[in-house]
Nanobody
Framework: QVQLVESGGGLVQAGGSLRLSCAAS??????MAWYRQAPGKQRELVAA???????NYADSVKGRFTISRDNAKSTVYLQMNSLKPEDTAVYYC????????????WGQGTQVTVSS
């Protein structure tokens, strides 16, 4: 069983920074990603990184957020800079099995709140 442990959420003022981390038990994963869901809205992809290091970001966070991974620690990070109130949401870590994407694992979520 794969367990994802998220940390780094909290309350910050607009313009501040947070660094989220997600430590996954188990071996190498294919896609490691961060999603978020605000109240009354659908869950959306924020950023993703493949095992080869390729990344993609939601347009709303490009230039402000950076996703990275440490395969030795089976950990994915999300560095969030220049935070905006619109970034307020529960952030979820998601990983997919390697080498084929047959299994998906989700973290329990961590709250990020950005005040004006």
């Amino acid at each position: 069983q794969v367990q994802l442990v998220e940390s780094g959420g909290g309350l910050v003022q607009a313009g501040g920074s947070l660094r989220l981390s997600c430590a996954a038990s188990g071996s190498l994963f294919s896609i490691m990603a961060w999603y978020r869901q605000a109240p009354g809205k659908q869950r959306e992809l924020v950023a993703a990184v493949t095992n080869s290091g390729s990344t993609n970001y939601a347009d709303s966070v490009k230039g402000r957020f950076t996703i990275s991974r440490d395969n030795a620690k089976s950990t994915v990070y999300l560095q969030m800079n220049s935070l905006k109130p619109e970034d307020t949401a529960v952030y979820y870590c998601k990983v997919n099995s390697y080498p084929i994407l047959t299994m998906t694992y989700w973290g329990q979520g961590t709250q990020v709140t950005v005040s004006s």
